[in-house]
């Protein structure tokens, strides 16, 4: 699997990629691929999110466990589907959510690159998995990546805005500098969670905080 990454996000991320673990991960993905197994997102779209919201223009972090197992629907966003295919439940909650606060229609789609072009980088703690197998990769090392990557942006910058939704990215918090950032936390938009992530309003309140630091604020419309 050649990886090819963001030419800023390279820059604070080389140490990790020159460990045995990310070697070994890689050629975990890429005899896989090479095995015939079908894995998703597809090889272009693993740093996709790296690569729409590059490190300088991160300004609020959304925190994902593990890429869509269907086919079509990972392209590197946690939460996010590619176009044409229809916005899975913990997306139709996060549209109900938006609607709620800040009045915006739902969009006829899922794709959520125009959010981390203007800044929002939407990380799954494992960047790909075997379809239908979900969490397949989850104990390859991605985690090991990713979580070097929180504590990166956490140590190099301020000021950014991270919503952790759910006990699984709750727990990324540790990770995160809170006198330097801003941590919401909410339930998971999962209809599993009971509605519990309703009323978070954490979309007015991103901009919010954005606003107050002088940073413009993200139009969450789609």
């Known amino acids: 699997m050649d990886v090819r990454i963001e030419a800023s996000w390279k820059a604070v991320l080389q140490p990790e990629f ?4 990310f070697a070994e991960l890689t050629t975990v993905v890429r005899n896989e691929i090479m095995a015939g197994k079908t894995v998703y997102p597809p090889p272009k779209y693993i740093f996709n999110a790296f690569e729409k919201t590059p490190f300088d223009k991160v300004k609020v972090v959304i925190l994902g466990q593990d890429p869509y197992h269907g086919a079509g629907q990972a392209h590197g966003l946690c939460f996010s589907v590619q176009r044409g295919i229809n916005p899975p439940p913990s997306l139709v909650n996060i549209f109900k959510e938006i609607e709620t606060d800040l009045g915006i229609a739902p969009p006829r789609h899922g794709c ?5 072009e203007q800044g929002v980088f939407m990380l799954n703690a494992a960047l790909t998995v075997r379809a239908g197998e979900p969490m397949s990769h989850s104990k390859i090392g991605w985690e090991t990546f990713t979580d070097a990557v929180i504590r990166t942006l956490s140590e190099q910058k301020t000021g950014l805005v991270f919503l952790l939704w759910g006990n699984f990215a709750r727990n990324k918090r ?14 998971h938009p999962s209809p599993l ?9 954490h979309f007015s309140q991103t901009n919010d905080l954005l606003t107050k630091q002088g940073l413009t604020p993200i139009n969450w419309q789609l």
Do not use: Q
């Open 193 to 201: 969670s009971g509605g519990k992530f309703f009323g978070c309003r």
């Open 18 to 21: 020159d460990k045995p673990y």
């Open 174 to 187: 540790i990770l995160i500098d809170a006198h330097k950032h801003y941590i919401l936390e909410a339930a």
């Open 112 to 116: 959520l690159e125009a959010w981390a």
